[in-house]
């Protein structure tokens, strides 16, 4: 058994499974998130968000999978009836690009759903999260990345029903630049956007949770549509969820149906660990329980 000090990953995605009382755990590999070819992508599993058993492997490639690094930010996703995971690859010959890969068990063995990623094929892109409207029209929302824009954009794609292809352009939802708590990085004129993931509150507002950097470090923040659907517009909240050098979170209701929000923190190399903080949400609006 491991404790979440002992887990060394990035990006974490919780993925409750009440009638197991059980939660699988995913995340961003912290040892080969940067350098050299990954081994895969893993899930840890546990019963009370302290102990992990794991990591069991959830994704091996095949020797001729296309991409040779960066195997980043994996979620896994229910959608009609099978489990997919949205997870961000590279290789030295193409761009960074979110793929979607498919099983019949939560723990997987996932399989590339199509050969290549869904976004677009010329774009620097990560992060990619399903969301499903209330028309039952699935869409990817991802981030066009700084590498390319430099004030890095997240932007929504429609897509089939079965998951395999674009059914209409991408839509820009908004910029880094848009949120009044951010600051420059890695240099000036460059603002990053990572980790969208879409959360509808008890009044019906629709809200994304992103990451950036502000004075502190890493930093969670949250935009809300005031049109109340993902075309928007978006607009950000003037305070961020969480700014101790932490972020790229996502939310879940544990199985006593608290609403919890998972991250990695720090945001240092090889220290990062998920950490685990108890949210009440208030006319829309998410505060630390």
Not at 67 to 93: C, I, L, Q, T
Not at 231 to 256: I, K, R
Request: proline fraction near 9%.
């Amino acid at each position: 058994m491991l404790d979440n000090s002992a887990i060394n990953i990035r990006d974490p995605f919780v993925v409750p499974v009440p009638a197991e009382r059980r939660y699988y755990l995913f995340g961003t590999r912290g040892l080969d998130c940067w350098e050299g070819r990954p081994e895969g992508l893993d899930v840890y599993v546990g019963s009370d968000l302290l102990h992990w058993e794991g990591p069991l492997p959830a994704f091996r490639p095949a020797p001729d999978f296309w991409a040779d690094r960066n195997f980043w930010a994996p979620e896994v996703h229910a959608y009609d009836g099978r489990y997919y995971m949205f997870a961000s690859f590279k290789s030295e010959s193409a761009c960074r690009g979110t793929q979607i890969l498919v099983a019949d068990a939560v723990t997987g063995p996932f399989q590339p759903l199509t050969e290549k990623p869904i976004t677009p094929a010329d774009w620097e892109c990560l992060d990619g999260t399903l969301y499903v409207d209330a028309h039952g029209q699935p869409w990817i929302v991802f981030c066009h990345e700084w590498v390319q824009v430099h004030d890095g954009e997240v932007c929504a794609m429609p897509l089939s029903k079965d998951l395999r292809n674009p059914t209409g352009k991408p839509i820009l939802l908004f910029r880094a630049s848009s949120a009044p708590w951010i600051i420059p990085f890695p240099s000036e004129h460059n603002y990053v956007t990572d980790g969208p993931f879409l959360y509808r509150a008890h009044d019906g507002e629709l809200l994304m949770l992103w990451s950036s950097f502000a004075g502190s470090g890493y930093t969670q923040g949250v935009a809300r549509s005031s049109g109340g659907d993902l075309q928007g517009p978006w607009v950000q909240d003037a305070e961020p969820l969480y700014s101790n050098d932490g972020g790229h979170g996502m939310l879940f209701h544990t199985l006593e149906d608290q609403l919890m929000l998972v991250l990695h923190q720090p945001n240092t190399r090889r220290a990062e660990r998920p950490v685990f903080i108890p949210l009440r949400e208030e006319s829309g609006r998410l505060y630390q329980a």
